[in-house]
Nanobody, 122 residues
Framework: QVQLVESGGGLVQAGGSLRLSCAASGRYFNTYTLGWFRQSPGKEREFVAAISSSDSPWYAGSTKGRVTIARDNAKNTVYLHIYSLKPEDTAVYYC????????????????WGQGTQVTVSS
């Protein structure tokens, strides 16, 4: 089991960028696939990106080209860089850990952080 804590959210103007971090505690961090999801009011939780234990990334079509996911196993941390932010990127961003399955599905993730708010002003 891993415990996850996100940070790095905030208020940013459209066109700007952010780096979100997710620090993990617990064992076997490097065996998990780590994912980022986001949820805005009234909407379902949406897949953003994931990175496997072997460092292979996946990206959602809606944000592909504007996000980069990376992990640092030495620091037990996964990062999400978001570029060219748009008001529709406003959401709570969650980090999650999975041991397999369809990694675009929130149900495949067993451990979740508390989320970090990202607000993009126009």
């Amino acid at each position: 089991q891993v415990q996850l804590v996100e940070s790095g959210g905030g208020l940013v103007q459209a066109g700007g960028s952010l780096r979100l971090s997710c620090a993990a505690s617990g064992r076997y961090f490097n065996t998990y696939t780590l994912g980022w999801f986001r949820q805005s009011p009234g909407k379902e939780r949406e897949f953003v990106a994931a990175i496997s234990s072997s460092d292979s990334p996946w990206y959602a079509g809606s944000t592909k080209g504007r996000v980069t996911i990376a992990r640092d196993n030495a620091k037990n941390t996964v990062y999400l860089h978001i570029y060219s932010l748009k008001p529709e990127d406003t959401a709570v961003y969650y980090c999650a850990a999975s041991l397999g399955g369809d990694l675009t599905k929130a149900t495949m993730y067993t451990n979740w952080g508390q989320g970090t708010q990202v607000t993009v002003s126009s």
